[in-house]
């Protein structure tokens, strides 16, 4: 069972920054393809980026192209998503999310308990 626990969020003004850390216990981290979601207030939650196994390709949903950024290090069995230019609209719950195989395509196998980020303008 893989366990995944985010940090980093916060309160932050528009076209601030901000780094989320996810880190993965319980399970080879290498063999996990990762993602971040996020789910505003009253509205479902939604891809954001993901990464593959080996981090050799990335992906992200077009409202953040520009300006987030999906890594991971294995060594340290952590994902991050880079955030820039930060914008009242990014406010919502992040969630990192596992799942079995290399591509972040597909159903997530595990998930974390999410961190809040609110953007003021």
Same mark, same amino acid.
């Given at each position: 069972q893989v366990q995944l626990v985010e940090s980093g969020g916060g309160l932050v003004q528009a076209g601030g920054s901000l780094r #989320?850390?996810?880190v993965a216990?319980?399970?080879t981290f290498s063999n996990l393809a990762m993602g971040w979601f996020r789910q505003a207030p009253g509205?479902?939650?939604k891809f954001v980026a993901g990464i593959t196994w080996d981090g050799e390709s990335?992906? #992200?949903t077009d409202s953040v192209k520009g300006r987030f950024t999906i890594s991971r290090d294995n060594a340290k069995n952590t994902v991050y998503l880079q955030m820039n230019s930060l914008k009242p609209e990014d406010t919502a719950i992040y969630y990192c999310a596992a799942r079995l195989g290399n591509t972040p395509w597909g159903p997530y196998d595990y998930?974390?308990?999410g961190t809040q980020v609110t953007v003021s303008s």
């Amino acid at each position: 069972q893989v366990q995944l626990v985010e940090s980093g969020g916060g309160l932050v003004q528009a076209g601030g920054s901000l780094r #989320l850390s996810c880190v993965a216990s319980g399970g080879t981290f290498s063999n996990l393809a990762m993602g971040w979601f996020r789910q505003a207030p009253g509205k479902e939650r939604k891809f954001v980026a993901g990464i593959t196994w080996d981090g050799e390709s990335t992906y #992200l949903t077009d409202s953040v192209k520009g300006r987030f950024t999906i890594s991971r290090d294995n060594a340290k069995n952590t994902v991050y998503l880079q955030m820039n230019s930060l914008k009242p609209e990014d406010t919502a719950i992040y969630y990192c999310a596992a799942r079995l195989g290399n591509t972040p395509w597909g159903p997530y196998d595990y998930w974390g308990q999410g961190t809040q980020v609110t953007v003021s303008s």
